[in-house]
């Protein structure tokens, strides 16, 4: 016997069972018909009932869980189970080492250096998987429509959960095939407020997301998507960033310690960065002489440690406080400046 029979209500129900006294027989020395089919249901609901719960568990993940897939016209012809199936003529293996690595690799850890050995999916052959992850999705969940919530049976389960699995190895090999992507553009948004390995983590999740919602009928390469949608996320992970800078920080002590770390402007061409010294030194020079002398000295543009704003108030004569607004001030007027000339849509350009 299970453990679980020998619990609660089955072994109570068992044990009044065998403690009550045998009937009295009939004139024919048995039970009577009907008090022995009652009986044998009894003892048979008994036995059954926990043989019922693994089943109905599965049951209820199946019809809980959300399939999501981007419908298509194609799914409805009479070829489509052939058309997601039958792999393109040039298909080589999925997720194969290239044999040399990229020069883009270089300085990175192993794993993310690894990621440049992945061979990259040609256009044909992202067209399939994304259309065989989709129809599997769209079997399934046509398939579980026509089911009755509380009666599936186990084989119809199982056949369902199959396709589901298979669609989730689709996309595995979808993500891991472009993971690589990710880390060419986080590389370009590494700030203060995000280090590269937390930009590389939350540019998979987009990743992700991008995999799912990708329309692969359009006949564009997913390459393009995924990169607006990343670039998109860094964006409001950067804006995130100042907003909390600006909200919280009033005497940044750690200001003054924190390593004064060059930006990395690989991605930048020399002529974008004089590009935007020169705007930035027609912005400053639209300030007041006084806020333009803390800008300069909070940021170290000057060649020096940035100062904090008990340093730049002992040294002008005011408090601490009063510098923080006048830097306010002058930050939203750098800001009104660059809005003016679009100047987040022209470095967005540039990426």
Request: glycine share 6%; hydrophobic share 40%; proline share 4%.
């Amino acid at each position: 016997m299970s453990a679980t029979l020998w619990s609660g209500g089955p072994v109570i129900a068992l044990v009044k069972r065998v403690s009550k006294p045998a009937r009295r027989p009939t004139s024919n020395g048995k039970l009577n018909g009907r008090s022995m089919a009652k009986s044998s249901r009894r003892t048979v609901n008994t036995f059954a009932s926990p043989r019922k719960s693994p089943l109905q568990d599965r049951r209820l993940r199946l019809f809980d869980r959300e399939i999501d897939y981007i419908p298509c016209r194609e799914f409805l012809r009479g070829d489509a189970e052939r058309l997601a199936t039958d792999p393109p003529a040039e298909a080589g293996v999925p997720l194969k080492l290239a044999e040399s690595t990229s020069p883009a690799a270089a300085g990175l850890t192993p794993y993310l250096a690894s990621l440049y050995q992945t061979r990259l999916l040609t256009k044909q052959e992202e067209q399939f998987y994304f259309r065989r992850m989709n129809w599997l999705k769209f079997r399934a969940a046509t398939a579980r429509g026509c089911l009755d919530r509380g009666r599936a049976t186990l084989r119809q389960i199982e056949r369902i959960e199959g396709w589901l699995t298979e669609a989730d190895t689709v996309q595995s090999i979808i993500i891991t095939s472009n993971l690589r992507l990710v880390v060419s553009i986080a590389k370009k948004f590494v700030d203060a407020t995000y280090s590269f390995d937390e930009l590389v983590s939350e540019g998979n999740l987009a990743l992700m997301r991008a995999v799912e919602k990708f329309n692969f009928a359009l006949g564009n390469r997913f390459s393009t998507y995924a990169t607006y949608a990343i670039q998109r996320h860094f964006f409001r992970l950067s804006h995130k960033g100042r907003q909390l800078r600006q909200r919280f920080v009033s005497d940044d002590d750690s200001f003054k310690g924190r390593a004064a770390a060059e930006p990395n402007t690989d991605y930048c061409s020399a002529e974008q960065i004089a590009i935007l010294k020169e705007l930035f030194a027609k912005f400053l020079g639209e300030l007041e002489p006084r806020e333009q002398q803390i800008v300069v000295a909070r940021y170290g543009f000057d060649g020096q440690p940035p100062r904090t704003f008990r340093e730049l108030g002992a040294s002008m004569g005011v408090c601490k406080e009063r510098i923080r607004q006048i830097q306010t001030r002058a930050i939203d007027k750098l800001r009104e400046m660059a809005a003016e000339v679009r100047l987040e849509q022209t470095v967005g350009d540039w990426l």
